[in-house]
C-alpha cells in the first residue's frame, strides 16, 4: 500500500494506493495529535501487508485486528527436517491477534524476556534489508559449512530466509544433488536450525546490524510467520548454536601462556621438590593453605597449576579469597588449573573431619 501526503492551507491530503490499484482520496485536518494517530494506523496496514522474498503475497495471519474468526497457520518442527522439507506440512494451531499500536510496534530492545519480530523493517526479521547494502554482493557460497553445487553457489542472497531454504536443503544428506537442485529451483520450503546457524554467523560477519542483533538478543518471543510458518523454536535454537560456538571461538583466540608445569603436591613429595625442576614439571610440597598461596604468587607465569588440596582445617574466607583471585588473574591470562583431592587414610581421618566445609571447597 502506498500512502501519499501532502499538506494545503492548514489541511492534510493524503491518498491510499491499495493493492488493487483502487485509490481513496481523504481530506484531513492538520492536527499533530490526530495527524499522529492517523499515521499510526497507516503504518499498522504497511506492517500487516508482508510479501514473501520469492514475490508472493503473504497471509495476514498474524497482526490482523478486524476479524474475529480463527485462522489456522502452520507450525515448523525444527527436529525432523525430513518430514518438513518441499512440503507444506506442520500441526496446525490458531493465530494469535495484536491489537493496538503498542502491541506490535515492539522491536528487539523492547522487552527484557526478549525480541518481538513483527516488522521486516525490524533488525532480526529474517526478511529484514540493511539499508546499508551491508549484504550486497554476498552470495550462497559465503555460508559456511553447506556445499553448493555449480552456479547455485553464485546466487545472490536478498534475505536471511531464502538463504536459510537453500542452505537447508543442500545440508541434507539423504537426497541427491539432482533432487536438492530440483526443490530449490522450485521454491520448496526447508526448515533445518542447524543450516540457519550458519546463515546467522555468515550475516554476522557481514553486517553491523546483524552483528549487534546477535550479539545482544537472547531469545526470539515471536517472530511474524513468514509464508504461513510459525519457526520461533527454529530461531531460538539456531541462536543458542551461535553464541556457544562464538563463546568457544572466544576462548580459543585467548592467549595461551608458555612455561613449565608446577605441581603443588601433598606430605611426601619433598624428595621430588629436591629434584628440582624435570623437564617441563617443578614439584613443591604444600601442607596448609598459607604455603599453597606462597607458591602460586611465585608462579605467576607458568603454563599450568596441578594442585593437590592440603588437609588444612585454617582455611578461612580471607585465604579463599586470595585464591580465588590468584586462579582468576591465572585463567584470565591465559593459563590452566587442574585441582586434585588429597588422599585421607585412617590416620588423617580426624584432622580431615575438623576441616571446615572441606567438601564444598
Same mark, same amino acid.
Given at each position: 500500500?502506498?500512502?501519499?501526503?501532502?499538506?494545503?492551507?492548514?489541511v492534510m491530503h493524503y491518498s491510499f494506493l491499495q493493492p488493487d490499484q483502487s485509490v481513496t482520496a481523504e481530506s484531513y485536518t492538520c492536527d499533530?495529535?490526530?495527524?499522529?494517530?492517523? @499515521?499510526?494506523? &497507516?503504518?499498522?496496514?504497511?506492517?500487516?501487508?508482508?510479501?514473501?522474498?520469492?514475490?508472493?503475497?503473504?497471509?495476514?495471519?498474524?497482526m490482523r485486528e478486524s476479524s474475529d474468526e480463527d485462522e489456522e497457520v502452520q507450525h515448523v518442527n525444527p527436529v525432523n527436517q525430513s518430514e518438513?522439507?518441499?512440503?507444506?506440512?506442520? =500441526?496446525?494451531?490458531?493465530?494469535?491477534?495484536?491489537? +493496538?499500536?503498542?502491541?506490535?510496534?515492539? +522491536?528487539?530492545?523492547?522487552?527484557?524476556? +526478549?525480541?518481538? @519480530? /513483527?516488522?521486516p523493517l525490524e533488525r532480526g526479521h529474517l526478511l529484514f534489508k540493511c539499508s546499508d547494502g551491508c549484504l550486497e554482493g554476498a552470495t550462497l557460497?559465503?555460508?559456511?559449512?553447506? $556445499?553448493?553445487?555449480?552456479?547455485?553457489?553464485?546466487?545472490? !542472497?536478498? *534475505?536471511?530466509?531464502?538463504?536459510?531454504?537453500?542452505?537447508? !536443503?543442500?545440508?541434507?544428506?539423504?537426497?541427491?544433488?539432482?533432487?536438492?537442485?530440483?526443490? =530449490?529451483?522450485?521454491?520448496?520450503?526447508?526448515?533445518?536450525?542447524?543450516?540457519?546457524?550458519?546463515? /546467522?554467523?555468515?550475516?554476522?560477519?557481514?553486517?553491523?546490524?546483524?552483528?549487534?542483533?546477535?550479539?545482544?538478543?537472547?531469545? &526470539?518471543?515471536? =517472530?511474524?510467520?513468514?509464508?504461513?510458518?510459525?519457526?520461533? $523454536?527454529?530461531?531460538?535454537?539456531?541462536?543458542?548454536?551461535?553464541?556457544?560456538?562464538?563463546?568457544?571461538?572466544?576462548?580459543?583466540?585467548?592467549?595461551?601462556?608458555?612455561?613449565?608445569?608446577?605441581?603443588?603436591?601433598?606430605?611426601?613429595?619433598?624428595?621430588?621438590? $629436591?629434584?628440582?625442576?624435570?623437564?617441563? !614439571?617443578?614439584?613443591?610440597?604444600?601442607?596448609?593453605?598459607?604455603?599453597? /598461596?606462597?607458591?602460586?604468587?611465585?608462579?605467576? *607465569?607458568?603454563?599450568?597449576?596441578?594442585?593437590?588440596?592440603?588437609?588444612?582445617?585454617?582455611?578461612?574466607?580471607?585465604?579463599?579469597?586470595?585464591?580465588?583471585?590468584?586462579?582468576? *588473574? =591465572?585463567?584470565?591470562?591465559?593459563?590452566?588449573?587442574? *585441582?586434585?583431592?588429597? @588422599?585421607?587414610?585412617?590416620?588423617?581421618?580426624?584432622?580431615?573431619?575438623? $576441616?571446615?566445609?572441606?567438601?564444598?571447597?
Open positions: 500500500m502506498l500512502t501519499v501526503w501532502r499538506c494545503c492551507k492548514g499533530l495529535y490526530q495527524m499522529y494517530e492517523k @499515521l499510526q494506523q &497507516i503504518w499498522q496496514a504497511v506492517v500487516n501487508r508482508k510479501f514473501g522474498s520469492r514475490g508472493k503475497a503473504l497471509e495476514d495471519v498474524n518438513n522439507c518441499g512440503r507444506r506440512e506442520g =500441526h496446525q494451531g490458531k493465530s494469535r491477534e495484536l491489537r +493496538g499500536w503498542q502491541k506490535w510496534q515492539c +522491536g528487539p530492545g523492547a522487552s527484557a524476556s +526478549g525480541a518481538n @519480530l /513483527l516488522s557460497k559465503d555460508v559456511r559449512g553447506c $556445499s553448493f553445487p555449480g552456479a547455485v553457489a553464485r546466487e545472490p !542472497i536478498t *534475505t536471511l530466509w531464502d538463504a536459510w531454504l537453500a542452505t537447508s !536443503i543442500f545440508r541434507r544428506s539423504d537426497i541427491s544433488v539432482g533432487e536438492k537442485i530440483r526443490m =530449490h529451483k522450485e521454491g520448496a520450503v526447508c526448515y533445518d536450525a542447524d543450516s540457519l546457524k550458519e546463515v /546467522l554467523k555468515m550475516a554476522y560477519q557481514k553486517c553491523i546490524n546483524w552483528t549487534d542483533f546477535i550479539a545482544n538478543t537472547k531469545k &526470539i518471543v515471536k =517472530h511474524a510467520p513468514v509464508e504461513g510458518y510459525y519457526f520461533e $523454536s527454529s530461531y531460538n535454537e539456531a541462536l543458542r548454536m551461535i553464541r556457544n560456538d562464538l563463546e568457544e571461538e572466544s576462548v580459543r583466540r585467548r592467549p595461551q601462556k608458555s612455561g613449565p608445569v608446577g605441581f603443588v603436591a601433598s606430605e611426601g613429595a619433598l624428595a621430588l621438590e $629436591s629434584d628440582g625442576q624435570r623437564g617441563d !614439571i617443578l614439584v613443591k610440597m604444600a601442607t596448609t593453605f598459607d604455603r599453597v /598461596l606462597e607458591v602460586l604468587e611465585e608462579w605467576s *607465569t607458568f603454563r599450568s597449576w596441578v594442585i593437590v588440596w592440603p588437609i588444612d582445617p585454617r582455611m578461612n574466607e580471607e585465604r579463599s579469597k586470595k585464591l580465588l583471585k590468584l586462579a582468576k *588473574t =591465572h585463567l584470565e591470562s591465559g593459563g590452566e588449573i587442574v *585441582t586434585v583431592w588429597p @588422599l585421607v587414610n585412617e590416620k588423617k581421618e580426624a584432622k580431615w573431619r575438623e $576441616s571446615p566445609n572441606y567438601g564444598t571447597r
